[in-house]
């Protein structure tokens, strides 16, 4: 198990997960990476994922609720400002993380002086890997074509991420797109690992459940415009 001073804080908003949260949890408490703590956000959850939450006694794990359904971006900001860690990182609640995820993360930023990275991911649904491309992406080519990132995959210095001024809470959708822009506009140090250390569950996603406003968030990050939708 790796040992290391500097604590990584994971951060799961969470709604409607029970069919997979579970997974999602052991996924990071089984890390080899070992200073962790999990930040878990129930936002407002009407099934049966608060249960499942609870059946996981874990001192890495702390849980808040919104009292309100508040959305991803905001929930991501709130997780976030309860975080102690040094790093930030991703996690779905219907994906999986790779046991050696974070440590080779980890190892990448340290080494490289990097401000964040991100990793491929396998689809669980058809064990395709995205995205086809690894290499180096501008600003432009991202910003005028397609997100390259996998959102679920990033991990993040704090202070990088603090600097920029956390998720813009104006994107109710595409907040990731948004967040990818605003680092590469800062000249953010990154790589894309070309190992996939992620397992992405492509059922119930987010972004094809909700197209038309993902597409339109997304349109608005790529014009550089604000959104007139809350």
């Known amino acids: 198990m790796e040992d290391n001073n500097k604590k990584v804080s994971i951060i799961m908003s969470v709604y409607n997960a029970h069919n997979t949260i579970g997974n999602a949890i052991e996924s990071i408490l089984n890390q080899t990476?070992?200073?962790?703590?999990?930040?878990?956000?129930?936002?407002?959850?009407?099934?049966?994922?608060?249960?499942?939450?609870?059946?996981?006694?874990?001192?890495?794990?702390?849980?808040?609720?919104?009292?309100?359904?508040?959305?991803?971006?905001?929930?991501?900001?709130i997780l976030i400002n309860n975080s102690e860690g040094e790093y930030i990182a991703r996690q779905d609640a219907d994906d999986v993380s790779f046991k050696d995820r974070l440590e080779k993360q980890i190892k990448l930023l340290e080494d490289k002086n990097l401000d964040f990275c991100t990793s491929r991911a396998k689809i669980k649904q058809t064990n395709k890997t995205i995205p086809r491309f690894s290499n180096y992406f501008s600003p432009y080519l991202v910003s005028k074509f397609k997100n390259p990132f996998i959102h679920g995959t990033l991990l993040i210095k704090k202070s990088s991420l603090l600097n920029i001024g956390l998720y813009d809470e104006k994107f109710y959708y595409a907040q990731d797109y948004k967040l990818f822009i605003d680092m590469l506009q800062n000249n953010y140090k990154f790589e894309i690992i070309k190992h996939p250390l992620y397992l992405l569950n492509m059922k119930n996603n987010l972004s094809e459940k909700f197209s038309l406003e993902q597409n339109y968030y997304a349109d608005c990050v790529r014009k550089g415009m604000i959104p007139n939708k809350s």
Do not use: A, H, R
């Not at 129930?42 to 994922?49: L, M, P």
């Not at 499942?52 to 001192?59: G, L, M, R």
């Open 33 to 77: 990476y070992d200073n962790i703590e999990l930040l878990i956000l129930n936002d407002k959850s009407n099934d049966n994922t608060q249960k499942i939450i609870e059946t996981f006694d874990s001192k890495k794990i702390k849980v808040f609720k919104n009292k309100k359904n508040l959305g991803l971006t905001k929930s991501l900001n």
